[in-house]
């Protein structure tokens, strides 16, 4: 079974520029998380979706980013315009909410550096 | 709020040794308690978890059990070996067995560095 894939893996991009990550789920899971991961720091909690719906939003720096998960399966995250401080990993999960393992699965995440 | 903290790294044991990272919550309740594992160039892997107060988590030789007295779930490993260095996460979460419909709340992280 494929895991949770997300591209691109790295990205290096010039301040002010907008930039897109994507995030293909495992399968079936109905709930995808995004995950902001500072070096050197645990992964945060950004948006978390439930189906198509953003339940749980309250992290997201809503001036700058934004996301969408269209038809409940994909997702992309999107920064507009980057700033030197949005240097980091972006992670992205998925669970099956009400399946007997409620476990987290995380993609190897987008490492992105602004200049 | 909901917050976890983790022994500093890096670690650095000699194969075979033993190993114990620290960790202790704040939450109000008693969530449920997770270690993940992270190896170079991967994912988060979840490692081990125990979802009430006195449970033992275990898997691939790790151990951690719930202290609701000390709000402590230490990971512990009798024989740690090369392939065991990675980065170890300790995470909190609610609603569900493993958190999965809720946000998980994460330590800082502790490397782990095994040598022969």
């Known amino acids: 079974e494929a895991g949770v894939v997300q591209s691109p893996r790295y990205k290096i991009i010039e301040k002010k520029q907008p930039v897109a990550f994507w995030c293909n789920p495992i399968?079936?899971?109905?709930?995808l998380y995004w995950y902001l991961q500072n070096l050197g720091q645990g992964p945060e909690l950004l948006i978390r979706?439930?189906?198509?719906?953003?339940?749980?939003d309250s992290q997201l720096p809503k001036d700058r980013f934004s996301a969408e998960r269209l038809k409940g399966v994909d997702s992309t995250l999107k920064i507009q315009p980057a700033e030197l401080g949005d240097s980091a990993v972006y992670l992205c999960?998925?669970?099956?909410?009400?399946?007997?393992?409620?476990?987290?699965?995380f993609g190897p995440g987008t490492r992105l550096t602004v200049l | 709020g909901d917050s976890v903290t983790q022994m500093e790294g890096p670690v650095t044991l000699s194969e075979e040794a033993f190993l114990t990272i620290n960790c202790t919550y704040t939450?109000?309740?008693?969530?449920?308690l997770f270690w993940y594992v992270q190896y170079p160039g991967e994912g988060l892997q979840l490692l081990l978890k125990?979802?009430?107060?006195?449970d033992k988590g275990s898997n691939k030789g790790f151990e951690a059990t719930y202290r609701k007295e000390t709000t402590s779930f230490h990971l512990e490993k009798g024989s740690v070996q090369v392939s065991d260095s990675a980065v170890y996460f300790c995470?909190?979460?609610?609603?569900?067995?493993?958190?999965?419909?809720?946000?998980?709340?994460f330590g800082t992280g502790t490397q782990l560095k095994v040598e022969l």
């Open positions: 999960a998925s669970s099956l909410v009400g399946g007997p393992h409620n476990e987290q699965f």
């Open positions: 399968s079936g899971h109905n709930t």
């Open positions: 979706y439930e189906n198509e719906e953003a339940v749980d």
């Open positions: 939450a109000t309740g008693y969530p449920s």
């Open positions: 125990a979802t009430k107060a006195d």
């Open positions: 995470a909190l979460g609610w609603g569900g067995l493993t958190g999965g419909g809720n946000k998980l709340t």
